[in-house]
């Protein structure tokens, strides 16, 4: 019986040019790969860690020979400007590296039983052992980054991984795919399979697999954590983000716009979980950061990703594009004013600004994945602070002020996972727990944080090991 089905096509979503075709693997095929996950898991949980960490090593050696070639690939599929996929490509490298490290850092601690009478005698000690194949679902926004976060982080720990690319752009990663398969992955521990939604879907309903690791939609997030409860495997959820920016009347408004343009309009062509989805100015410096706004979107390139001195190519397609040109007519329509930006293009979309924006605008509240800054007033900045709680998105938030007891208590009183004092929300730096509670899921991801949420902990106790 064949476990394929036709070939799914991959183009460039600005010029529709045909760059390859993935196989749309079927439900035999998964099968076939779960038996072989598992023989790779016990290979995989058999090798000691400093080889787990030389595995991890080489693979970030070769990424790093054929950087070039990975980011100009990555770039033509996905839309991304080119120097902005050269910084991805880097970032797996580093973080293929500090999971190389994190290998060998996988600790236990000794418990005194002491602190209960009658056990004074018996030594507790806990071990990290590995967790069980891993599926990796990975977006289209970040994808080699975003997979490097993942599958690392369960090769470190000692687990197989089951890979899902995003299907409009998974050339780069099958790519790396061979890579760690050349430096030395053992057969099944890591595997690439490609197709439509339905592989994520299955990967997570399957009892195969010990864990499920999703960065996309909240939507998508509560489908793969229904289909998960079944067989309680670990879920691993990065999601949805409508970060707020505050700024202050006290702020360095040239810096606050800037952090808007190169957080939201420019950096991913706006399609980041993490970007600046909502900006609130205090009245007194209200109108000067929007004419400074205005000001940095306007000197913006858009246009081929591939072509040097482009800021903001295009959308991962046509119909993304297409989702934000609508999210911008809600906007006017709900009594914004637009001051920048115009109709869509097939795939591109123009940096928009937009102000006067009602708080009660249903397409305030949701996440727009695109190049759009609305910008809504307040006067009391805990009337911002309480505006940017009422997302249900709770990813990352950031504040501009001079006072440095204002930045720490609006910090504190943010309902999110991580708050940028001056600066950009579209930060994440590979060493920092990155995520956040309510509709963004809840799990943290990161150098630190990861590798462990893919181990389980046993208890060994030794009786009268003290007598």
Do not use: W
């Amino acid at each position: 019986m064949s476990t394929r089905t036709a070939p799914l096509s991959v183009h460039n979503p600005g010029t529709g040019e045909h760059l390859g075709d993935i196989e749309d693997i079927t439900s035999d095929g998964i099968d076939a790969a779960l038996a072989a996950a598992a023989r790779g898991q016990r290979a995989m949980a058999a090798m000691p860690a400093h080889e787990r960490a030389r595995l991890l090593l080489r693979t970030a050696d070769l990424i790093e020979a054929e950087a070039g070639e990975l980011a100009t690939l990555l770039a033509a599929e996905n839309g991304k400007p080119l120097f902005q996929t050269t910084e991805e490509v880097r970032a797996a490298i580093r973080i293929f590296r500090g999971f190389a490290g994190e290998a060998t850092r996988l600790f236990g601690r000794q418990i005194p039983l002491g602190a209960v009478p009658g056990l004074e005698r018996h030594l507790a000690v806990t071990l990290r052992e590995p967790l069980g194949p891993v599926a990796a679902l990975v977006p289209f926004n970040y994808p080699v980054e975003l997979y490097a976060h993942k599958a690392a982080a369960a090769l470190a720990a000692g687990n197989a991984v089951l890979v899902h690319p995003p299907v409009r752009c998974p050339l780069t990663l099958l790519r790396i795919g061979a890579l760690v398969e050349r430096a030395g992955a053992p057969e099944g521990a890591h595997q690439m399979l490609t197709g439509g939604v339905h592989v994520s879907q299955e990967l997570a309903t399957r009892p195969g697999t010990a864990a499920v690791s999703l960065t996309g939609s909240t939507l998508a997030g509560r489908e793969i954590a229904r289909r998960a409860a079944d067989t309680l495997k670990k879920v691993h959820l990065e999601l949805g983000g409508n970060d707020a920016l505050i700024v202050c009347d006290d702020a360095d408004v040239e810096e606050a716009a800037n952090a808007v343009v190169l957080g939201r309009l420019a950096r991913g062509n706006g399609q980041i979980c993490c970007a600046v989805k909502r900006v609130y100015v205090q009245d007194g410096v209200h109108d000067a950061f929007v004419d400074a706004l205005l000001a940095g979107a306007a000197k913006l390139t858009v246009g081929d990703q591939l072509a040097d001195g482009t800021d903001v190519g295009p959308l991962i397609s046509e119909q993304a594009a297409e989702r934000v040109e609508a999210a911008v007519a809600a906007l006017v329509s709900d009594g914004a004013r637009q001051l920048a930006g115009g109709p869509r293009r097939g795939a591109f979309s123009d940096p928009a600004v937009l102000v006067d924006v009602p708080q009660d605008s249903a397409a305030f509240a949701e996440e727009i994945f695109g190049p759009v800054a609305p910008v809504a007033r307040f006067t009391d900045p805990l009337d911002a602070v309480r505006m940017a709680n009422a997302s249900p998105y709770g990813l990352q938030a950031a504040v501009f002020t001079r006072d440095i007891q204002r930045a720490f208590t609006l910090a504190h009183r943010l309902d999110v996972g991580g708050v940028i004092i001056n600066g950009s929300t579209a930060l994440r730096a590979e060493n920092l727990p990155f995520g956040g509670p309510r509709d963004t899921g809840g799990s943290a991801e990161g150098l630190h944080d990861t590798a462990l949420e893919f181990t389980r902990q046993k208890t060994v106790v030794v009786m009268e090991a003290l007598g």
